[in-house]
C-alpha cells in the first residue's frame, strides 16, 4: 500500500513510519522541515516537505495513497488554538478530497466528542467533525489517552518543589497512552479496510490515578515519598501565567485539567473501552522518566 505519514519524525511519526515501512509498505512522511529529509530516507521513507496548511501541497502529497495517516501538531505559540486546528482541519479535508483518498485515519484525543470545557482538545473536536464531512471516506479517529510523555513537563517541579502539581491529582484516574502504543494501533488501522463512514477507536496503554503515578515516577528518581498534590482551578491559572505562558495556552491548560478532575474527559472512554491495551505500562515509563530526568 502507498501510505502518508503526516507530523514528521515526532513521537508518534517516527515509530509509525519504521513499523509501516518494515511491513513493505511505501510510506511518505510529511514534513515542514526540509533536514528531516536525510532521517526520513533513512527509514526507507520518501520525505515531502511541506505546509500542513496549504492544501494544495497536501493535494499534491496524497495523490495516489492508499490511506492517510491526519494528525495536527500541537503549536502553543498560535494565538487561538482552536483556529489554528479548524484551519488545519480545512486543509486536510480540502486535500484529502481532491486526491480522492478513500481511508484516513486521523490522529484525536479522549474527551474530542465534547463541545466545550476540554481546552486543547477542541481542535480535536472541530477536526473530528470537519474530516466527518467528507463523502465516501473511510475515517477512523483515534482517541489516545493523556500522553505519557505530558508527564516529563513535571520534571522541574519536582526538581524545584518536590512535587507534582496540578488542578487534577489525588485519586483521579488517568488514561494513560504511549506514542508507541499509538504509533502500533495507527499501523493497525492504516492497513485495515473499514466500510466508508465515521469509526472510532481508543486507545490506552494504562490506567493509573495521579497518586499512583507520582509514587512510580518518585520511585525511579529516588524520591519515593513524592506526592501529586490538586491545586484549584485559581491556584494552576496563577502558577502558569507566573510562568509567563500566555493567556490562551493558560485557559486552554486550566480548563483541560479541569475535565480531567471532574471525570468528563474519560466518560465516552469508559464506554468504549478499547479491546486490548497497549504494551508500554507506568513501570516502564516510569524508568524512560528516570532516564531522562
Same mark, same amino acid.
Given at each position: 500500500?502507498?501510505?502518508?505519514?503526516?507530523?514528521?519524525?515526532?513521537?508518534?511519526?517516527? !515509530?509509525?513510519?519504521? @513499523?509501516?515501512?518494515?511491513?513493505?509498505?511505501?510510506?511518505?512522511?510529511? $514534513? $515542514?522541515?526540509?533536514?528531516? /529529509? %536525510?532521517?526520513?530516507?533513512?527509514?526507507?521513507?520518501?520525505?515531502?516537505?511541506?505546509?500542513?496548511?496549504?492544501?494544495?501541497?497536501?493535494?499534491?502529497?496524497?495523490?495516489?495513497?492508499? @490511506?492517510?495517516?491526519?494528525?495536527?501538531?500541537?503549536?502553543?505559540?498560535?494565538?487561538?488554538?482552536?483556529?489554528?486546528?479548524? =484551519?488545519?482541519?480545512?486543509?486536510?479535508?480540502?486535500?484529502?478530497?481532491? %486526491?480522492?483518498?478513500?481511508?484516513?485515519?486521523?490522529?484525536?484525543?479522549?474527551?474530542?466528542?465534547?463541545?466545550?470545557?476540554?481546552?486543547?482538545?477542541?481542535?480535536?473536536?472541530?477536526?473530528?467533525?470537519?474530516?466527518?464531512?467528507?463523502?465516501?471516506?473511510?475515517?477512523?479517529?483515534?482517541? !489516545?489517552?493523556?500522553?505519557?510523555?505530558?508527564?516529563?513537563?513535571?520534571?522541574?517541579?519536582?526538581? &524545584?518543589?518536590?512535587?507534582?502539581?496540578?488542578?487534577?491529582?489525588?485519586?483521579?484516574?488517568?488514561?494513560?497512552?504511549?506514542?508507541?502504543?499509538?504509533?502500533?494501533?495507527?499501523?493497525?488501522?492504516?492497513?485495515?479496510?473499514?466500510? !466508508?463512514?465515521?469509526?472510532?477507536?481508543?486507545? @490506552? $496503554?494504562?490506567?493509573?490515578?495521579?497518586?499512583?503515578?507520582?509514587?512510580?515516577?518518585?520511585?525511579?528518581?529516588?524520591?519515593? @515519598?513524592? /506526592?501529586?498534590?490538586?491545586?484549584?482551578? &485559581?491556584?494552576?491559572?496563577?502558577?502558569? =501565567?507566573?510562568?509567563?505562558?500566555?493567556?490562551?495556552?493558560?485557559?486552554?491548560?486550566?480548563?483541560?485539567?479541569? $475535565?480531567?478532575?471532574?471525570?468528563?474527559?474519560?466518560?465516552?472512554?469508559?464506554?468504549?473501552? !478499547?479491546?486490548?491495551?497497549? /504494551?508500554?505500562?507506568?513501570?516502564?515509563?516510569?524508568?524512560?522518566?528516570?532516564?531522562?530526568?
Amino acid at each position: 500500500m502507498k501510505i502518508v505519514v503526516t507530523g514528521s519524525l515526532g513521537n508518534i511519526g517516527r !515509530p509509525l513510519a519504521q @513499523a509501516l515501512v518494515q511491513q513493505g509498505h511505501a510510506v511518505t512522511v510529511i $514534513s $515542514s522541515r526540509p533536514e528531516t /529529509q %536525510a532521517a526520513i530516507g533513512a527509514l526507507g521513507a520518501t520525505a515531502a516537505t511541506g505546509s500542513l496548511l496549504d492544501a494544495e501541497f497536501l493535494a499534491a502529497a496524497f495523490a495516489g495513497a492508499d @490511506a492517510v495517516f491526519a494528525m495536527v501538531p500541537p503549536n502553543f505559540a498560535v494565538p487561538d488554538s482552536r483556529a489554528y486546528y479548524q =484551519e488545519t482541519g480545512r486543509s486536510y479535508a480540502q486535500a484529502l478530497q481532491r %486526491a480522492g483518498v478513500r481511508r484516513v485515519v486521523h490522529l484525536s484525543s479522549y474527551g474530542a466528542h465534547l463541545d466545550r470545557g476540554t481546552g486543547f482538545i477542541l481542535g480535536s473536536h472541530d477536526v473530528e467533525g470537519l474530516l466527518g464531512e467528507l463523502p465516501g471516506v473511510a475515517l477512523t479517529h483515534l482517541r !489516545p489517552g493523556y500522553f505519557y510523555t505530558n508527564l516529563f513537563g513535571f520534571a522541574g517541579m519536582i526538581k &524545584a518543589q518536590g512535587v507534582l502539581g496540578a488542578n487534577y491529582g489525588g485519586d483521579d484516574r488517568l488514561v494513560l497512552a504511549h506514542p508507541r502504543d499509538i504509533a502500533a494501533a495507527a499501523a493497525e488501522e492504516l492497513a485495515a479496510a473499514p466500510a !466508508p463512514g465515521q469509526h472510532v477507536r481508543y486507545v @490506552a $496503554s494504562d490506567e493509573q490515578t495521579a497518586n499512583q503515578i507520582a509514587r512510580a515516577l518518585g520511585t525511579a528518581v529516588g524520591k519515593p @515519598a513524592l /506526592q501529586w498534590l490538586t491545586f484549584s482551578d &485559581a491556584q494552576a491559572q496563577a502558577a502558569l =501565567e507566573q510562568s509567563g505562558l500566555p493567556a490562551n495556552v493558560v485557559t486552554n491548560f486550566v480548563e483541560m485539567g479541569a $475535565s480531567i478532575h471532574n471525570g468528563a474527559l474519560q466518560q465516552d472512554y469508559d464506554q468504549h473501552r !478499547p479491546a486490548a491495551m497497549g /504494551q508500554v505500562k507506568l513501570a516502564d515509563f516510569a524508568q524512560e522518566f528516570a532516564a531522562a530526568y
